[in-house]
């Protein structure tokens, strides 16, 4: 007996209602889930694609890596950052995570 089989006995007539019921339920997961989960998380993916866009020279940043610097130069998809004094270092926009400013007031939070 193979699995798709056993679904459709499973609806078999006189399960009517509770058939019904199980999709009900699996829509109903699937709603919850897309406004606790999928939604959020497009946004907030759309909140750091225009951060990214708007970062400037001279402003202070902090990539993935936990690296604290100040942007030097910007370039299409890459960015120099100085983390010390003559010590520049050039990464991808994308590993940009937030300016220092920001992760400071989150973090007093």
Same mark, same amino acid.
């Given at each position: 007996?193979? *699995?798709?089989? $056993?679904? %459709?006995?499973?609806? /078999? ?11 009900? %339920? *699996? ?33 202070? $940043?902090?990539t993935a890596g ?14 120099? *950052? ?14 940009? %995570? /937030?300016?220092? /400013?920001?992760?400071?007031s989150q973090a /007093?939070?």
């Amino acid at each position: 007996m193979n *699995l798709m089989t $056993v679904f %459709f006995l499973q609806g /078999a007539p006189g399960a009517g209602a509770d058939g019904s019921i199980m999709w009900i %339920f *699996l829509i109903a997961m699937f709603v919850i889930m897309y406004f606790f989960m999928i939604r959020p998380q497009n946004k907030k993916q759309k909140e750091i694609a225009n951060f990214r866009k708007s970062l400037q020279v001279n402003q202070k $940043v902090i990539t993935a890596g936990g690296i604290h610097g100040v942007i030097k130069e910007i370039n299409d998809n890459d960015v120099i *950052l100085e983390i010390a004094s003559n010590v520049k270092i050039r990464i991808d926009k994308n590993s940009i %995570f /937030a300016a220092a /400013a920001d992760a400071n007031s989150q973090a /007093a939070k």
